[in-house]
């Protein structure tokens, strides 16, 4: 099955400064990748997605990037703000949706 | 508003036990999925459902069970088998486009934190 892995675990950054987190998967049939954010105590929320057929996407702070042939993919969080700060999750489909562990994201004030 | 609703918010458990946990969504969605979170291991699939009265093992079922008799339930038992049922469950919904259920976003819900006393 799909194995998704992520890094780093945890990410601390200065507020305003960028943050970027990395993600490999191993099965070169999945062409969906979504990325969730998870708040204390709720369930994770879709925050931005990309599929196979492009490389990169952008929703005003965030954008998300695919390179295919390495088998990786990244989100970019620019101009970080302390309501960023969550648990985020890459996830990888077909087959079914595979998760990686989860980074968790502290914005310093 | 549409979404997710997972009951209770806490649960405690006997050893022993069995419980059950609540999902219900009101998005119409076909497909409906159970996640367990444990720290530093993100979400792993326990079962999932596509279609009223059936649904399929993920990878960790074993001492779980399921049922889909409406389309908008989704419930999920934590049988005395599993060992170790401590945990964060999380419900999810999606709806399938191009005939694919899973590539796509899913809706979770709120989550269920399970404790054995």
């Known amino acids: 099955g799909e194995n998704v892995e992520q890094h780093p675990s945890t990410l601390s950054v200065q507020e305003g400064d960028s943050a970027v987190i990395k993600c490999t998967y191993s099965d070169s049939a999945s062409n969906y990748f979504p990325w969730y954010k998870q708040e204390l105590g709720k369930g994770p929320q879709l925050i931005i997605d990309?599929?196979?057929?492009?490389g990169e996407k952008k929703d005003q702070r965030i954008a998300v990037t695919l390179n295919k042939t390495a088998k990786h993919f990244s989100l970019h969080i620019t101009e970080t703000q302390p309501e960023d700060s969550a648990v985020y999750f890459c996830?990888?489909?077909?087959?079914?949706?595979?998760f990686g562990a989860g980074t968790t994201v502290t914005v310093r004030a | 508003d549409g979404g997710i609703t997972q009951s209770p918010k806490y649960l405690f458990r006997k050893e022993g036990q069995n419980v059950t946990l609540s999902c219900e969504q009101n998005?119409?969605?076909?497909?409906m999925y159970w996640y367990r979170q444990d720290p530093g291991q993100g979400l792993r699939l326990i079962y999932y459902s596509q279609i009223v009265n059936d649904f399929q093992k993920g990878d960790i079922a074993e001492g779980y069970s399921v049922s889909r008799e409406k389309k908008e339930s989704f419930p999920l038992t934590v049988t005395s088998a599993q060992k170790n049922p401590t945990a964060f469950y999380l419900c999810a919904s999606s709806s399938p486009r191009g005939g694919s259920f899973h590539n796509y976003g899913y809706t979770f819900g709120s989550g269920t934190r399970l404790t054995v006393v």
């Open positions: 996830a990888a489909s077909p087959p079914k949706l595979s």
């Open positions: 998005l119409n969605h076909d497909a």
């Open positions: 990309i599929r196979s057929n492009v």
